[in-house]
């Protein structure tokens, strides 16, 4: 049974080869004692099964944009009213391009524009992907709107690429979540 006085945190996984990293995210956030619910977009869902992550974070995950909530109201409202941070990892481009320009044509695009918490993204893609114009004018403009960012790392990627575009370690990504968390309990 989850504990009210915990954080919540909705992890966003998408389709980039880094989602199996998410499994540890997720497993790192429920020991820590965090609420987690996880939301897999359809390219995520391609690396890293629903499954996995219902049994890591205890809880249903949410793959659909037209999911019922509490009290007939839409899942994804729901989830955007409880979160305490939102963080996608991995946020491919193809996330940050929809984010940047307000599309919500699946569960985590609608969840973006419907919360007001914190979010924190966690970039994971090829370098010169990371690196294009595009995807650099995306992320600056969402950092204009409060986005945060952790990572990219740099390395050898899956595609055999070194530069960046490695999602940030696991730790890295907790110690911003966990700031975050401990800056809006302060303010409350």
Not at 10 to 24: K, N, P, Q, Y
Not at 60 to 85: F, I
Not at 136 to 152: D, E, I, M, S, T
């Amino acid at each position: 049974m989850p504990n009210p006085s915990s954080p919540c945190v909705v992890l966003g996984v998408t389709g980039s080869i880094a989602a199996f990293r998410a499994a540890d995210l997720a497993s790192a956030m429920v020991q820590r004692g965090w609420e987690v619910h996880a939301v897999l977009t359809a390219d995520g869902e391609r690396f890293l099964p629903a499954l996995t992550l219902a049994a890591l974070t205890h809880r249903a995950v949410h793959t659909s944009l037209w999911e019922e909530g509490k009290g007939g109201r839409m899942g994804h409202l729901d989830l955007a009213r409880v979160a305490d941070v939102v963080l996608v990892a991995p946020a491919s481009a193809d996330c940050i391009a929809k984010a940047a320009h307000g599309l919500a044509g699946d569960v985590l695009g609608a969840l973006l524009l419907a919360t007001e918490a914190p979010v924190v993204m966690v970039p994971a893609m090829n370098t010169n992907m990371w690196k294009h114009v595009a995807t650099q004018a995306n992320v600056k403009l969402l950092g204009q709107r409060g986005v945060q960012w952790v990572g990219p790392s740099e390395g050898r990627l899956a595609c055999g690429a070194e530069g960046p575009g490695r999602m940030a370690p696991v730790v890295e990504i907790i110690q911003m979540v966990e700031k975050i968390i401990k800056k809006r309990a302060g303010s409350k």
